[in-house]
């Protein structure tokens, strides 16, 4: 039977066709959905982690368990679970390992466009790169046999497009894999120094059969490399060697030519790479991001172009293809839309905090998640972004180098608090810190599509577990004064930053409200009557549902939620529910 299947959706599928038993993650656009369709599938167990780092400790648990596992998180949740990462690349696995990372070259969803290869290759890592949904499938598939076969955790790279296209994919039946039995090592799974240096020997090994396997030598002889690296000669004057979703990009913009695909992004197959070279007169390396194969050829004294022709930033397309090599230039459709810049969703309860903030003119250390928006106009309330967590040891350094500076605060959502923000507050308070602190508890992981984590109360399958208290949680960590106000209200909100950020130590504001989009609440919408004065001041929060149109304010119905914080926001009584 064949379906046509996102990418994210045939990872998923291949992982319960490869028999996996365990997979955990933590949700990261492009990545989410993976775990999200595994989690239908009973015979997986599944969880949202903490944290990619917490993910990926448990995956290589359940490994060296004996069973098949797979962790996933997009290309900057990798940076936090590569302390694990490098090391398990010593240590080896038991059951397959597979690690799921998408990369999003354009930072459609991201804070940069770092490369995931350049993580394997320094992990020595083996990283497979599909180029449709259907080796998508095919490829968990593969990483498993190479994972058991060479003792190694495995990558698969993804990128955003592939991860969201969709593509014809077979379907195919669970195949149960025997658990391998644990047995007492500590020599492979020990690492203190010791035993570590005889590891990396192991490592070096490996990665150096798995190059001769890749160029059609070695004794694994079981893995059909076939399936991996292939080409295909047609015009020999242009030979092209790419891998991934750019293969679909190159196959349209240059069908007449002589292909390298590379399913395995690393290591290479550099002789088989070497004769590919031989037999066309000019290759071209498109890849997008950094020039990964085009510099470890230029290394192996392979004749090649790649950047001088194609960015290092963004996407590739056709279109990109076709101008940087045959010179045709696309040409821009007449009736092109004006750009819609990203906004706080109507009704979003982080809208009013950012807003009070925005007033007080408070310098704001902001994090990773829906309420990065609030750095836009007309809130303009965030000063930095930087990573997961990042918002809370920002506000710290700014504390301690300008300590008589009372106007910074932390600001975080509750599942990135949970994330990697809880160990900041610690550092706040074991340093004597003068940090106000905001949690924006909005009751879900928001800008992934509303997944639990563990201060909902509620496992991946909404299963009743043990709900984190956040309030308890800052005491424990030594905070004295946390305050719970509700994210709508105002005037306890201006009031509660006033209050502690004059206060002297470490304070913490809870701002509590669910996400309007989890709510599903039936409201009426709100209008704009007779009493209006025309002030604007509605204006200044940024609601999507409130336009200016013609020196006229009005209240789009259909937008609309009925949130209510324009009527408390207009000083006129102007704004009225229906």
Not at 10 to 15: L, S
Not at 221 to 241: A, P, Q
Not at 243 to 271: D, T, W
């Amino acid at each position: 039977m064949k379906e046509l299947l996102l990418g994210n959706a045939a990872i998923a599928r291949g992982a319960y066709e490869a028999g996996v038993r365990v997979a955990t993650a933590y949700p990261g656009t492009p990545s989410t959905e993976i775990t999200e369709i595994i989690s239908g599938y009973g015979e997986i167990y599944s969880e949202w982690s903490p944290n990619e780092k917490v993910a990926f400790e448990a995956a290589l648990g359940a490994s060296v368990a004996g069973v098949r596992a797979m962790v996933c998180m997009k290309h900057v949740g990798l940076n936090v679970a590569a302390d694990p990462l490098f090391t398990a690349s010593y240590t080896g696995v038991g059951g397959g390992l597979l690690v799921v990372v998408a990369d999003d070259p354009g930072m459609f969803s991201s804070q940069n466009e770092q490369d995931t290869r350049y993580i394997a290759r320094a992990a020595h890592l083996p990283v497979l790169e599909p180029s449709n949904s259907a080796e998508a499938k095919e490829y968990v598939r593969l990483a498993f046999e190479i994972s058991e076969s060479y003792d190694t955790p495995v990558i698969l790279r993804t990128t955003t497009r592939l991860a969201h296209g969709q593509s014809v994919t077979e379907i195919g039946e669970r195949v149960e894999r025997a658990v391998i039995p644990y047995v007492k090592n500590p020599a492979k799974y020990v690492m203190m120094p010791a035993n570590a240096k005889n590891r990396h020997i192991v490592v070096e090994k490996r990665m150096n059969d798995l190059q001769k396997a890749c160029d059609g030598g070695g004794v694994q002889k079981e893995i059909d490399y076939s399936k991996l690296n292939s080409i295909t000669y047609n015009d020999r004057k242009t030979g092209i060697l790419c891998s991934g979703i750019v293969y679909q990009y190159v196959k349209e913009a240059l069908p007449n030519a002589s292909v390298f695909k590379l399913g395995m992004a690393y290591p290479l197959p550099i002789e088989r790479i070497r004769e590919f070279a031989k037999n066309v007169e000019n290759l071209i390396v498109i890849e997008e991001l950094e020039p990964f194969f085009e510099e470890q050829l230029k290394i192996n004294g392979i004749e090649c172009r790649g950047k001088e022709l194609f960015s290092r930033q963004g996407e590739l397309s056709v279109n990109i293809i076709k101008e940087a090599l045959l010179g045709v230039k696309a040409v821009a459709p007449d009736n092109a839309l004006p750009g819609r810049p990203p906004v706080l969703c109507a009704g979003c309860p982080h809208r009013g905090v950012f807003y009070v903030l925005s007033k007080l003119k408070m310098t704001v250390c902001g994090d990773i998640g829906c309420y990065t928006l609030g750095a836009l106009a007309p809130l303009s309330a965030v000063d930095t972004v930087v990573c997961m967590g990042a918002g809370i040891g920002m506000a710290h350094g700014f504390s301690k180098a300008l300590p008589d500076k009372k106007n910074t605060v932390a600001v975080i959502g509750d599942s990135t608090f949970i994330h990697s923000g809880i160990t900041g507050l610690i550092d706040c308070v074991y340093n004597k810190g003068n940090t106000t602190v905001l949690i924006l508890d909005n009751s879900t992981t928001g800008m992934t599509g509303h997944q639990n984590h563990p201060a909902t109360g509620k496992t991946i399958k909404e299963e009743e577990t043990v709900k984190l208290d956040l309030e308890t949680l800052c005491k424990a960590c030594g905070v004295t004064s946390v305050v719970t106000v509700a994210a709508d209200d105002l005037a306890g909100i201006e009031k509660a930053v006033k209050e502690e950020t004059a206060r002297a130590g470490v304070s913490v504001i809870i701002a509590r409200k669910p996400c309007e989009l989890i709510l599903k609440t039936s409201r009426k919408p709100y209008r704009i009557t007779e009493a209006c004065k025309k002030c604007k001041a509605c204006l200044k929060i940024g609601c999507p549902a409130i336009q200016s149109i013609d020196n006229r304010i009005e209240i789009k119905a259909e937008m609309c939620v009925g949130c209510g914080l324009c009527e408390k926001l207009c000083a006129f009584g102007a704004i009225k529910g229906e």
